[in-house]
Each structure stands twice: as C-alpha cells, then as structure tokens.
C-alpha cells in the first residue's frame, strides 16, 4: 500500500534506501544539485523542465548520469506524446522537404506580480498565485509557510529575506531561482523545435532582444517579451518568441511550434493532441491529426493522468526496469541541449549582444561578461563540485 510521506529537507529522501528513483519538480534553481544528489545516493531521476538553471550545470548533470549509471529521464513530455511523435516523423520524412526553420510559441498572458516589500505576508493574509485562474490558484498563507524551511527553499540561490513575489509561483520571474517564460513554458517548444531539426548539437550564433512592457509596476526581473534567432553551423534556424501581453495567434497557435521546408510547413500545437501540414504555394492540407482532450476519470484529481500525459512517466519506469537509459525518450543529453537554448536566450538578452557560442567546449567566444552567465555562485554548503 502507497504510504505518501513528508520530508522538509530533499536530503533525507536521497538517504533512504527504499527509494529507487526520485522525480524533481523544485523550483529551477534546485534542478541540477537535487538530480546529482540523486544520483550519488544511486537514485534515478526524472527531471522536470528545464533540466538545469545554467549551461553549465547541464554539462554536470550528463557527466553525473554517465558516471552513476542512472536513468535520467528530463520532463519534456511531448517525447512519450503520440500525436507529436507522429508529426515529427512524418518531419523527418520529408513529408514538407527540407526543413530549414523552426519556431517555437510562448504567447501565454502573464499579468503584473506587482511589487512587495519583504519580510512574511500580514497575519491572516492570503493571496491568488499570479497564474491562469481557470486552471490553477491555490493560496498561501503563514500557515504554509511555517511549514517550509526557507533555508532549504532557497538552497544554492543567495540568501535573501523573504519575499512573497520571490517564492511560488512567482519564483520564474526572478533570476535567482527562474529562468522567465523563456525557459519556463518555452522548453517544451524549444525541445520539440530542436527535435525537428534534427540538431544534436547547440547552435553557434544567438541573438535575443526584449524587456518588461505592463502598465503596472512588477517586480519581475525576466522578460514578458522575448524573441531569439538561433543559427547552427549550417545555417538552419530556430525561432523563439515569448509574449506576456496581447497577442495575436500564429499558425493558429499561441502556445506550439512550426516548421518551414521546401515543399510546405507544419504546426504542432502545445497540448500534444494536434498537427496539420500544408503543402505547395496554394497551401493545400496534408496529412494531420486532431485528438479530442480527455477528461480525467477522476475529475480534478491531479494524480491521475490522461493516457497523452502518462507515456512518458511510463518510458522512465520502463528504462529503469531494463536498465537502459537508450530506451529513454529524452534523456539528460537530449535535455541539457534543449535547456541550454532558453538558458542562451537569456543569456544574449541580459548582456544585450548577440553571442558566438563554441558548442564544442559550452563556452561563448570573447565574451568574458556573458561567459560568466553560463554558470552562477552557490551558497555553500549548496555547491556543485566541478567534479561530480
């Protein structure tokens, strides 16, 4: 019988000796260490998006993983999704020609956190996580909070006092613990993108522009808007667009991606449960899918899973009783590629340049300042050595 059980510090999980594999859904600063943690203590790990916080962190979880023998499944879950499973291949068979773009969608609206100062919410006060409400609005109170050790909480980030716009769910939108919606929503479609590609490698020029446009005052350190051109060596290009605010919708999507090739171009929608081809100059509909959304046996129930949801889940069980990370659908590699494009993004937007990446050696080319972006200071003892 399933006994679930509560620990306020991750290491005493990695400790017991009863647990085979862990699943890391901490806020993004916690990604990597906890996954290496993990690892050490002979856990495999499923990992959700984005694998890492930095570059460089990626890299140690892939040396982790191959040192440890572990199955590290990354959450991109549009791998294990049948529907995007079968209009990459119908992508990769050439089913639009040669395809030379890609693009991936994070129109998602995000209005303003507002500003707080620090220090605990007033006695008795709640407030609406600053999310889609037709889905998703729990609300905190000091109750909640004294049940969270915020020295854990903050881990490898900074030590910094409380603050309500710092913690969930607005955590994203500082750099401290989040990479915005860029590496947020965005590795989702990032990953689907490079996918299509068929690029098993970084690209080798970024350039990324944007910045904070809400009539309200915010805290928010990350850009609402954020549009990025990635180049690999052979010229192909990736596309990302991240719009908070109003916008308009795009090959019917405003979450998804597209492609562009030779003989037509493609969408995929975010869900996983539709895509649609249209070929020649008179764009004439090819091949496509559209599954209706099931409902949950359960109803609201977020343990229970639809069968487009489970898939991947399944995979990581699957590798793990074959001891065969090979049988992953994205594994720590795949996922460290993906993630290291919004982690770039952010990069060439915070120096406000377009970058030379080596992909070879993970560093960008004379850009001492934008170099030491590709990693970041830990707050001991929260530290990931540089060897793992």
């Known amino acids: 019988t399933f006994r679930p059980g509560y620990q306020r510090d991750l290491r005493r999980v990695f400790d017991d000796k009863d647990v085979d594999a862990v699943i890391i859904a901490t806020p993004n600063h916690w990604h990597a260490l906890a996954s290496i943690w993990a690892m050490q203590a002979g856990k495999h790990v499923y990992v959700e998006k984005p694998a890492s916080h930095t570059v460089w962190e990626g890299r140690k979880m892939v040396e982790a993983a191959g040192k440890y023998g572990r199955v590290v499944q990354v959450g991109t879950m549009n791998r294990s999704r049948p529907v995007v499973v079968e209009a990459i291949k119908y992508i990769h068979g050439g089913g639009i020609g040669e ?112 910045g904070y446009f809400d009539e309200h005052e915010s805290s928010q350190e990350t850009p609402n808007v954020h549009s990025t051109i990635f180049e690999y060596a052979d010229g192909k290009i990736l596309e990302f667009g991240t719009r908070g605010g109003y916008t308009n919708d795009e090959g019917t999507q405003k979450i998804g991606n597209l492609f562009y090739g030779t003989k037509g171009w493609v969408w995929i929608d975010g869900d996983g ?116």
Not at 170 to 179: E, Q
């Open 99 to 210: 395809v030379y773009m890609a693009r991936g969608l994070c129109f998602k609206p995000r209005p303003s956190i507002g500003k707080y100062p620090d220090g605990p919410m007033a006695p008795g006060e709640q407030y609406k996580l600053n999310v889609e409400a037709t889905t998703y609005e729990p609300t905190y109170d000091n109750a909640y909070l004294a049940n969270v050790s915020y020295d854990i909480w903050l881990g490898p980030a900074p030590l910094r006092p409380f603050n309500r716009n710092r913690f969930h769910y607005n955590w994203h939108w500082h750099w401290d613990y989040g990479n915005g919606d860029t590496g947020n929503q965005g590795p989702h479609q990032f990953d689907v993108a490079r996918w299509g590609l068929q690029k098993n490698e970084h690209p080798v020029r970024i350039r990324s522009g944007g």
């Open 273 to 388: 449960r539709k895509w649609q081809s249209y070929l020649g100059r008179k764009e004439e509909k090819g091949p496509g899918a559209d599954v209706p959304k099931e409902k949950s046996a359960s109803g609201s129930d977020p343990l229970v899973l639809t069968s487009t949801e489970s898939p991947h889940y399944q995979n990581f069980i699957d590798a793990i009783r074959a001891g065969d990370p090979k049988v992953l659908a994205c594994d720590i590699m795949e996922g460290h590629l993906s993630s290291a494009l919004p982690h770039l993004a952010n990069i060439s937007y915070r120096v406000g340049r377009a970058l030379t990446f080596d992909g070879k050696t993970e560093t960008v080319v004379g850009d001492a300042e934008a170099s030491r972006l590709l990693t970041r200071e830990y707050r001991k003892p929260f530290v990931i050595p540089d060897k793992v």
